[in-house]
């Protein structure tokens, strides 16, 4: 039976790192041959890194990409390596500011050379995606490549989402197997959602399909890797880790005979192994859903803490949920020796916060401090005596609690290198319950995208094997302990009528009366539209995280600052 | 000889207020049907403000936009009122996302009903225009449409830049008039930008061309009217002023015969006025470039201020050009009682800088206190001090400073409502000479896009008539005053240097090799692009403010934090 054996390599490149990202294709490339595989996928845009925003509208940019993919292809031998790539467009004209119009492409390099580009037809520009800004379409979602004797469709990521979209044209013009590369960023469920449409892709064409994609974190977006290879029929031959870098090759059986007469681009004449096909290794399970998530997070922190140079990260520890689960995800990251926790106490305290925090950098192994803020908070109101009244404390004597553990937090980075790690979870950022330069101060925020009830899962989770986060801190009420016997409850609705609302308001872009209708008090419903949207300009100005829902706060939403738009 | 009277309604909107916008847009229309205008113009969008950004994914919001569509109809008589809109689509299929698809659209109202709708054809998806994401293309570039026997072409705002664009296609196809309607941001020189495309574009077609443009801030950007009307040689009727709401109207001459046999869709059916067209009334002069620069940070920092509720604004006075600039504006934007002016000297500060801003203060007759940084300083280090050294001054006690600033100008804010300026100007923001949570602390910070340079530009340019900034401040060399005898130009090249270079890295996009055959000292340009690179986190983290070149930091510059790229 005649086989095609395709490699892949999911790996984690750099954005911007040209030089980096083209040492580890050329790496991947060098093993692929001795693996003896006919073609190797890599990521989508592999030598720029995904994405490359606005450094593409750098012509320099762009031309120094060329010259790698140029240099990738003086290193290609018999294997044919898929390679993504920028293109610079021959024939569109530029845009209306006057930048030179680049593809999304992936190039074809074999036995030293380029032998052929394909350029992405359908271009993403919604949610996290802005292709439109940066890409032209290609023109030619028909192209097919002869790769030792064997005749291939290429494609890019979005390309493969549609159901009549290129890999569709491809096989019915004849294409014995659909190679298709990515750079598809994580959300919770994708892995299956993806898997089901891959799989109905190869069923409907009756053509094999490999996928590739990319692995890592880079700001707002982790790819989770989870490359398929599935067969003419539709079902798994191959499903590759998630979350992790790997290489993988397959034998890919082809059908008895392949179509003739079929028009396609030479790129290599090599002779296909004989024999029988190997058995593909085993396939990595789906993780379950929680678990995906730990390890989205773990993996988006730790890739955008090494990717940007720093030692390691300073968290400050308030005794509560968030900030331990914040601790757990970094010293799973990092290790523990990577994490410095540090509590600040205020006189509002509850000695079980002091208590608590140690106890968690105890179990993790973790640097730990304890720095009063009322030496600061003190001087503080000692300024500002001229200004107000000092018996009442109200918003403003709280926030100058959370700014001083703020800017503590940011001297001890300052002083000793390390990166303040944002504990704040998507439900107290969606209605603004956080202190803007006190609690939301950091370069990033690694819960981000987590409502409260996923953080408390996630901890749960986290917890199976023995605990790790203190019982008293999963089982206290949340507080923000920044007035006496305050608690969230105070001020917000219970968090699972909240994240439910919050759910429906935020991602699912839901009305009002929509809420309403799906049971929901109405006066709590407005209540906490109101806090959304008033809270914009605080969302505005905080550290990235890592996106795991299909609407993150972030490049994904896009509202106004200034917005009167009250549903009426 | 006949003539047309289009009026126009350039008027200030708030994105997302649809009752108030319906509202300022039915006062519009009853005082063009009192002039007796055939046409009245209303800005691109009008109903939801521009730009909408992600409301427009709300199907609630463009249901309520509709809704507003028709109330407005509802109240047109005579005259025939072209408004922008939210169009919903009835024929594009939904996007990837699932969202429905959406059109830019105009409404043709008159009579009592909606006569005709145009989509717009051109959709920007570039700098600060994300149009792709949000609407498909219109599909009927040549649409025509009969009012009281005149034919005119109806298009929106990009659709006119383009010289084979829809009004080239419209004129063509036999429209004895061009309307456009605009809600086109500011940028440096824009203005006579705009004038001379839109001259040659009546001239080349023939036909007058009626130009309508949106008014006001809208979070970055600012709105700057200046609308226009040009006969059919491309000469200039009337230019309407900039940075101000405007209603007028013109009586355009039409051409003694329009064309015959062209089919249009009947919008309405009066007579023209008879007798001879009266003159228009005198353009406004173009605006000095710096004047109009000032007048657009007055409008972009007036309007976020008013439209997002706040009763005034709380500003640091380092007694630096930077934050007396700010000032400055501040009070010709909301009056002399709606500014406080807060001085927070330290154990660094010279007295100079206490007594300078103490005299702009006084200038400028605004609310004026000083508050001593020393007592929460002190707390900061004595908190601190079991963790480091203290005989040491460096960047970690720089910003601490500068934080416990920040949290005062905060606690100011929440005690006492207003909201607080930052002061930080372009050169800063771009190579991160500012300390995040410090001096960047802020809601709006109106000098963001303006480089030092053009600061000095706009205090001389302010101080025209008489010394509004103290002399003293524009004449001390800049000083940050967080460490013993501090100045910028110890951590900076010169301004004037480093100006010219970021103004070729940051707006030009231009490489380090590029910038140094202009005139550059190689390893000056390699460490200021280096340190532009490494701070976009801050940037990521910064208040917006308001765009006046062709690329601002914000939306219109969208690169990655985690960026390997180094030229090489």
Known sequence: MDFLRVAGAQIDLTVGDLQANAARIIEAMAWAEEVQADVLLLPELAITGYPPEDLVLREGFVTENIAALHRIAAAAGDTTCVVGFVDRSGTVKPDDAGHARVHNAAGLVQGGRVRGIYHKVLLPNYGVFDEDRYFAPGTSPEALWEINGVVAGVSICEDIWVPDGPPSRQAAAGADVLLNINGSPYHRGKGREREAMLSERARTSGVPVVYLNLVGGQDELVF??????????GGVLYRAAAFEEELFWVDVPLADEGATGVAATFVSGGDLLEGEPEPPPESHPHPDEVEAVYRALVMGLGDYVRKNGFSGVVIGLSGGIDSALTAVIAADALGPEGVWGVTMPSRYSSTGSVEDSRALATNLGIRFSEISIEPPFTGFLQALGGEWDLGDVDVAEQNLQARARGAILMALSNKHGGMVVATGNKSEMSVGYATL??????????????????????????NRDGEVIPRSTLDKPPSAELKPDQVDADSLPPYETLDRILERYVEGDASIGEIVKAGFDRAMV??????????EYKRRQAAPGVKITTKALGRDRRLPITNGYREG
């Open 526 to 535: 407005i209540e906490v539209a109101r806090m959304v949207d008033r809270n």
């Open 224 to 233: 989770d890797g989870q490359s398929m290879v599935f067969d003419r029929d």
């Open 437 to 462: 330069y006190g609690d939301m101060v950091g370069g990033f925020a690694v819960l981000k995208d987590c409502s409260k009830t996923l953080v408390y899962e996630l901890a749960r989770w986290r």
